[in-house]
């Protein structure tokens, strides 16, 4: 099978590296400074706690400074980092790799400044040197601690050569995981950055009325409605936001997880401060997401590709974060346009 690097041994990294283990291709697993005391831990024990799995004794561990060593000989590097630390990352591993290899990411976000998604940004970095590099992401409902656990689970591979997201289909193949291909790169992309946005007004739903369900399913399909509308107006394909990127990825990340959380806070009456705090300031990905989500609207808007009122859900949601409009009110107004 392939020989695959995954860089970043957060929890989604880690779980990647894991399947792919299984599935009896070549697994390097590489740390960024941050995972020190994380890769200590998987060379001294075999196991990631986090994932309640054992990890393959096949994978092998890299430290922060062992990156040359970790990609040298891969076929498919898998960048599993931060969207803020894609741009970095790819400069750092540009020096290293040549146009035998694949690059996927499953990093999750636009960069606010340029409006780029995680997979321009690495294409954009790859141009910089020259380098004609195929770059995959993988998106869909993949939960890292049920990937690693070899529950039934289906992703899509977008890329722009699709020969690179079939080699990507075959890496991943297993008995309890499937996968689609496609050429929407920049749908699955837009999906996958604003998908935490839209959990969160699931999460005031279940603050407003708990164990109600008309509320939130309507949410789940006005907000996938409202992607549609994004990645047409970004030129990608509206049935992107209908499958497993858009439908299939939002109702995972709705189900729990600190989006929810947050939503939930905020439908209960508390502020937007009162809720942070509550939360102890935990990262919230949905949290900046939005305020780029609406910047990225606005810019659509005035080009002419879309109108505000298209994703009238977002820009109540903008509101209640950024303005500090309550999200009761915020909600009444929106069912009642």
């Known amino acids: 099978m392939g020989k695959v690097t995954v860089l970043g041994a957060g929890v989604m990294g880690t779980a990647l590296a894991i399947h792919l283990a299984k599935q009896k291709n070549e697994v390097k697993l590489w740390g960024t400074r941050w995972d020190t005391s994380t890769i200590e831990n ?3 024990t075999g196991r990631c706690e986090k994932l309640n799995s054992d990890i393959p004794q096949s994978v092998e561990f890299f430290m922060a ?14 960048l599993a980092v931060t969207s803020d630390g894609i ?70 591979f977008a890329s722009k050569n699709i020969e690179a997201a079939r080699v990507l289909q075959k890496a991943f193949k297993a008995p309890y995981f499937k996968s689609n291909v496609t050429q929407d790169i920049i749908g699955v992309e837009i999906c996958a950055a604003l998908k935490n946005s839209y959990a969160i007004t699931i999460g005031i739903c ?12 309507a949410l789940i399909a006005r907000g996938c409605m409202e992607l549609a509308a994004l990645v047409k107006a970004k030129g990608g394909d509206v049935e992107t936001a209908l499958g497993l990127a858009g439908v299939g990825d939002l109702y995972v990340t709705s189900q729990g997880g600190r989006n929810r959380t947050l939503g939930k806070l905020l439908g ?5 401060k009162e809720a942070v705090e509550e939360m102890k300031n935990q990262t919230v990905e949905g949290y900046p997401a939005a305020k780029v989500g609406y910047k990225l609207a606005a810019t659509l808007e ?20 950024y303005e500090g409009k309550p999200a009761v009110e915020a909600l009444k107004d929106y069912w009642s346009n």
């Open 42 to 44: 998987y060379r001294a």
């Open 65 to 78: 400074d062992e990156l040359e060593k970790a990609l040298q000989d891969s076929s498919i590097i898998i």
């Open 268 to 272: 209960q009456g508390k502020t937007m």
């Open 87 to 156: 741009r970095d990352i790819t400069n750092s591993i540009s020096g290293y790799i040549d146009e035998n290899v694949i690059i996927a990411n499953i990093a999750k976000g636009i960069e606010e400044e340029s409006l780029m998604t995680m997979s321009e940004i690495i294409e954009d970095c790859l141009a910089g040197q020259q380098k004609n590099i195929p770059v995959v992401k993988i998106g869909g409902p993949l939960r890292a601690i049920e990937v690693a656990n070899e529950v039934f689970s289906e992703a899509i």
């Open 302 to 321: 005035q080009q002419g590709k879309l109108n505000l009122s298209d994703v009238s859900l977002l820009v109540e949601l903008y509101r209640i974060l």
């Open 206 to 217: 279940e603050g407003m009325y708990e164990n109600m369900d008309n509320p939130k399913a």
